[in-house]
Every structure is written in C-alpha cells, then in structure tokens.
Nanobody, 125 residues
Framework: VQLVESGGGLVQAGGSLRLSCVAS????????VGWFRQIPGKEREGVAC???????TYLADGVEGRFTISTDNINTINLQMDALKPEDTAVYYC????????????????????WGKGTAVTVSP
C-alpha cells in the first residue's frame, strides 16, 4: 500500500504546476482523497480534497479559484495549481485513508504519522 507524489518543482510566481499522486496496492473504494501541504515552519494543512463517491470538492481558503483537484476514482489524484504565489511554497502530500468519506472532514481533520515523501513546490517571487 503506497502513495507516490510527483510533479513538484521550481516555478515563478504566476506560473502553474500539476501534481500527481498514484496509489499502488489499493484503490480508493469511494473514499475521500486529497492533497495536503506543509509550509516551512507551519503545521501540515489540507489544501484540496475530493469525494470519489460523489465528486464533492473542498478547497482551502486561499487556493479557491487557483487550485483544482481531480481523480480517476481508482488510484490517481491530480492537483492543478495555477496562479501560484510564493506563499504556496511547501512540500505537498497526498492522502487516501480508509474510512474518510467526506472531503471537508478529510481536509480539516485527517492526521497521520505515515505520510509519503511528498513533492516539493517552490514558487519564486
């Protein structure tokens, strides 16, 4: 059971990146899945989550209108990030935990000690 994130990099402010997360060893089974990030010096936060059951999407304040989350409902989660800002600089992680059906609950309350390696995003001014 593994989640592998990719797609991070260095981009100038205003640019775009597309992050991908691929699950191996399991499928999403109608759970909520999402993207989290940890900004240096801050706690990890839920950025964008989506229900694979009904497609309901939650986006955190500050990323609405700029980030778009999508999933194939099987084993892939994407995060399209447009109009990037320096404050988006962070390591981004994906999550697909069993038992979380609600995208809002996942993004706001999920915690674990078992995050993957993540993918680093750096936005220069």
């Amino acid at each position: 059971v593994q989640l592998v994130e990719s797609g991070g990099g260095l981009v100038q402010a205003g640019g775009s990146l597309r992050l991908s997360c691929v699950a191996s060893g399991f499928t999403f089974e109608h759970y909520a899945v999402g993207w989290f990030r940890q900004i240096p010096g801050k706690e990890r936060e839920g950025v964008a989550c989506i229900s694979t059951r009904d497609g309901f999407t939650y986006l955190a304040d500050g990323v609405e209108g700029r980030f778009t989350i999508s999933t194939d409902n099987i084993n892939t989660i994407n995060l399209q990030m447009d109009a990037l800002k320096p404050e988006d600089t962070a390591v981004y992680y994906c999550a697909a935990p069993a038992g979380f059906w609600d995208a809002v609950v996942l993004c706001k309350y999920y915690e674990t000690e078992s995050w993957g390696k993540g993918t680093a995003v750096t936005v220069s001014p």
